[in-house]
């Protein structure tokens, strides 16, 4: 499909100037451990239906996306297996009986090639499509993200995942540093807790957009339809 080469989308704080060719669809986290009942999100006592809304939003977002023959980038937060790149801060951070290296509900929590720290099946990457693996919240610390970016001359980012206050917020805070206009669909992203939601949005929105720019993913999915 021949997509124009700007096309305005409906967004607060004002219309999003996006460039499809440009664009990348950054999908942030959506890992199983995080989303499915049973795993780590769960068993520190979360709602994970908070973060299951966005599972059908993203999957028709995303095969629209894939059918435009647009840029997917996938992330997972998550640890090398001798959690070497792990601060001590992070593992003891909360005062759980169960830490970052743990054996969990699916394997160690937050370890690299552990069944929890994979992506959903719904979402799973095709092998074109770069995972980010990060050891910290946003995409770009400690990642060949900006790399990626960089080498295929991509300067706007639709940023989609969990969870709205912390890695996706920190994301396009990242991004934005960076010079990278960041759209982010409302249903798209998800948070445990709904009061941090309408808090994370309207951080990135407010201020004349002082991260980004906020929208619904039907208002993509129109037109790449």
């Known amino acids: 499909m021949q997509l124009p080469p700007t096309i305005p989308i ?14 990348a669809l950054l999908i942030i986290d959506m890992q ?25 939003p993203n999957r028709r977002l995303l095969a629209a996306w894939r059918k435009a023959g647009l840029t997917v980038i996938h992330t997972r937060e998550g640890h090398r297996p001798d959690l070497t ?8 951070r909360g005062r759980g009986t169960t830490c970052i290296g743990d054996v969990g509900p699916m394997g160690r929590i937050l370890v690299r090639g552990e069944v929890g720290h994979d992506i959903i099946p ?9 995972i980010i693996d990060k050891p ?41 540093d960076r010079g990278y206009d960041c759209l982010v669909p409302e249903d798209c992203v ?14 990135i929105k407010a201020q004349g957009g002082i991260f980004g720019w906020v929208t619904h993913s039907d208002r993509l999915v129109s037109v790449l339809s």
């Open 10 to 23: 409906e967004a607060e704080p004002y219309p999003f100037e996006w460039t499809p060719a440009k664009c």
């Open 32 to 56: 199983r451990d995080f989303l499915e009942p049973g795993g780590f999100g769960e068993m520190l006592g979360n709602d994970v239906s908070q973060l299951r809304r966005t599972i059908e």
């Open 85 to 92: 790149d792990l601060p001590p801060a992070k593992k003891i």
């Open 122 to 130: 719904e979402l799973y990457p095709l092998p074109s499509e770069p």
């Open 136 to 176: 910290g919240k946003g995409a770009f610390y400690a990642t060949d993200l900006q790399s990626i970016l960089q080498h295929q001359g991509l300067t706007q980012l639709v940023v989609t995942g969990v969870t709205t206050e912390v890695c996706v917020n920190t994301t396009v805070r990242e991004a934005n």
């Open 190 to 203: 998800g948070s445990y807790f709904p009061h941090f939601q309408e808090m994370g949005l309207n951080m």
